[in-house]
């Protein structure tokens, strides 16, 4: 493999683990975010029952107030009733007191109404102010175990991170900028493997020839469909190109007896063409032989 490729593919990789730090400590953030949120809950809900008991405090302040009114309109009307001279007067001054008895009455039923809603509150509020404590506690906890695991997190990747910067001066800058320039869009798959003649980051096919150049490893070769960077592993790579070499082998030796096959069939042919116009010749040969000793027969015989 190109020295600046395997360089490049081992960056990736380390840029890939480096990256795999963030969800770790995010998983483990996760019990933690969940204690806070109950903890915020529960004040959010003390937040609105504060509201409500000072709500409710409030009313009860007006109620004893409409009491205190009413409790004195009585008083007063009870005075009047000694000064009253005619019946109507006195029938007038029963239904005013009769309506300020019943305004006094469901004042004092409001107030019973508040005291139990209050009561009720102040329960709930006592329940949820037990509760926080017990999540706080909890909270603390939590907090205490996942520090420990996100500093044993953070060993580790400050290691993988001393890797980086090693690994970083060694590379070409050229080669460092080409590879940056496609992580910033690909992410943690700039350098991607190809598998089954495929590229694994936009998985489409490859052509043979950009193929066979990922293959020999001596250039850095990009996806022609999406610009990443490809390679292939080395054991794959020694037994496709040995497949691949066996297949042109193969091959070429059945063209090589294919063509042997058909010049002998040629030369058989040519061979036998041949025999046949040679016993042809023969024949005729014989033929004009024997008409010459005819000829020459009659002839004598004429003399």
Known sequence: MNKYLEQ??????????????????????KALRLSENKINKINTQ????????????????????????????????SKKSALIK???????????????????????????????????????KNELLEQKTKEEEEFTNIQTS??????????????????????VGDINQRMLSFYEKIRKWAKNTAVIPVRKQACYGCFMRIYDKTYLDIL?????????????????EDEKAHNLISKKEEKKESKSTKKASTKMTTN????????????????????KSTKSTKSVKTSTKSKSTKS
């Open 264 to 283: 002998t069939k040629t030369a058989t042919k040519a061979k036998a063409t041949s025999a046949k116009s040679t016993s042809k010749t023969d024949t």
């Open 146 to 167: 996942i520090q420990k695991q996100i500093n044993d997190i953070e060993k580790e990747r400050m290691v993988v991170y001393d890797k980086k910067t090693k690994l």
């Open 216 to 232: 020999k490893g001596e250039e850095i070769v990009t996806c022609p469909h999406c610009g990443r960077i490809l390679y292939i």
């Open 46 to 77: 003390l937040s609105q029952i504060d509201d409500e008991i000072k709500d409710i405090e409030q009313q009860k302040v007006q109620n004893n107030n409409h009491i205190a009114e009413f409790n004195a309109k009585i008083k007063e009307l």
């Open 8 to 29: 490049l593919v081992f960056l990736s990789k380390i840029d890939q683990e480096i990256d795999s730090f963030e969800p770790k400590i995010e998983d483990i953030s």
């Open 86 to 124: 005619t019946e109507r007067e006195a029938n007038a001054l029963k239904v005013e007191e009769g309506i300020a008895k019943e305004q006094l009455k469901a004042a004092d039923t409001e107030i019973i109404r508040l005291d139990e809603l209050l009561s009720n509150k102040q329960g709930f």
